[in-house]
Every structure is written in C-alpha cells, then in structure tokens.
C-alpha cells in the first residue's frame, strides 16, 4: 500500500523558515518523481514544486522561486521542502504527491502569522 506522510508543518513568523518532509512507503520511492502541492484557506491546489526521480532536476512555481528547495534522499525514501522568507500568503496545507499525481498524503498545514 502507498502511504505519503507530510511532517514538519506549524506556525511560523513571516520571515521565518520552515522544512517539510515526507515518509514514502510501499513503492519504489527511488522511481518516480515527486511533487508538493498546496491548498490555501478558500483556494485551489496549487503546484509548489517537483523533483525528478534521480534528484538531479528540479522546477518551482513563480511564487516560491528562490525561497524553496526541494530535495530528497532515495536511501531514506523520503521528500523535502525547505521553505524560507515565508510570507502570509503561503500560508496553506501542504501535501507531498507522487508522479503521476495518483497518490497523495495527508497534507501539512503551514500558517504564516504574526
């Protein structure tokens, strides 16, 4: 059975930091590319970030350009998302999705709030 398991989520101060991370089980983690997606207060999903399946190739949406870094450790099957210079507006609940989309974890929740 898939399980995607998003940790490292909580409130933070705009200008702050924060590390995503997802647990991958029950498939080759080091075969398919990954994916976080997010979901603000009364939106749509919104495509954040993606990593190839190797780790040598990655691409970001506009908004978190130069502020995220997605990363991953095959050996460990587990996914990353390094946030910073948070702002409001990323204030959402993150979820770590698999290539092709077809399954997703439970989501994190990240507020950006002083």
């Known amino acids: 059975e898939v399980q995607l398991a998003e940790s490292g989520g909580g409130l933070v101060q705009p200008g702050g930091s924060l590390r995503l991370s997802c647990a991958a089980s029950?498939?080759?983690?080091?075969?398919?590319?990954m994916s976080w997606v997010r979901q603000a207060p009364g939106k749509g999903l919104e495509w954040v970030s993606a990593i190839t399946n190797s780790g040598f190739s990655t691409s970001y949406a506009h908004s978190v350009e130069g502020r995220a870094t997605i990363s991953r450790d095959n050996a460990k099957n587990t996914l990353y998302l390094q946030m910073n210079s948070l702002k409001p507006e990323d204030t959402a609940v993150y979820y770590c999705?698999?290539?092709?989309?077809?399954?997703w974890g439970q989501g994190t929740q990240v507020t950006v709030s002083s």
């Open positions: 999705t698999k290539y092709p989309y077809d399954y």
């Open positions: 029950g498939f080759t983690f080091s075969s398919y590319a």
